[in-house]
């Protein structure tokens, strides 16, 4: 495979630089206040050099927020197993959620996407569109030991938010609209193992 060149690398460099420099703005100044003349200062560059690389504050933050996305599906696929436990794999399933629900970083991003898209009804309809995408793990799972007959869920796509619903309710909301702090260890394992068997107990 061949090396980036040196101009290369310092595009990507700058390119890294300006979105980390947006993400600091973003969390701490929210999307209206933010312009591009503070990212650009942050970045330590010129506003010319931000817009070469983002044409706009929103093409910037739709990149931003892609990244997000991304990291929301970090890590191993876990995937559906006929020969383990249901509730071992579930566990497993809602863990990997829980370490990134966890994240601050990811946490006062999500604050910044949210707020973002009370202002913009289709940012906010693109925001959820992402989020469905990037929680398909789960539903195929789902559907995957359905399929086998280990799970009475007429509508695997129901199923799953109900889950992922269980968990948000104590990871994710109350710390993104209330600020209050990441779940401990002890408090994962609490809401994990509480929601897989109420979760169990009416679709097992």
Do not use: C
Not at 62 to 73: D, F, H, M, N, Y
Not at 84 to 101: C, F, G, I, S, V
Not at 127 to 151: F, K, N, P
Request: hydrophobic share 45%.
């Amino acid at each position: 495979m061949q090396r980036p060149s040196e101009p290369q690398r310092l595009t990507d460099r700058k390119r890294a630089a300006i979105i980390e420099a947006a993400i600091d703005e973003f969390r701490a100044a929210g999307y209206e206040a933010t312009s591009m003349d503070r990212i650009a200062a942050r970045a330590g560059t010129s506003k010319r050099t931000v817009y070469n690389h983002f044409p706009s504050k929103e093409t910037l933050f739709a990149e931003i927020l892609r990244q997000l996305w991304e990291a929301s599906i970090a890590g191993e696929e876990l995937s559906y197993r006929a020969d383990r436990p249901l509730r071992d794999q579930l566990l497993e399933l809602l863990a990997q959620k829980l370490r990134l629900l966890n994240d601050e970083a990811f946490a006062s991003l999500a604050r910044v996407a949210i707020a973002a898209g009370i202002h913009s009804t289709e940012r906010a309809r693109d925001m959820v569109a992402r989020m469905g995408e990037r929680e398909e793990g789960l539903t195929v799972w789902v559907r995957a030991a359905a399929a086998d007959g280990r799970l009475k869920a007429k509508d695997p796509v129901f199923a799953s938010h109900q889950l992922q619903g269980m968990v948000k309710g104590f990871a994710f909301w109350p710390q993104i609209t209330l600020g209050q702090p990441p779940l401990s260890a002890k408090e994962q394992k609490r809401v994990a193992e509480s929601a897989v068997d109420m979760f169990l107990a009416y679709y097992a």
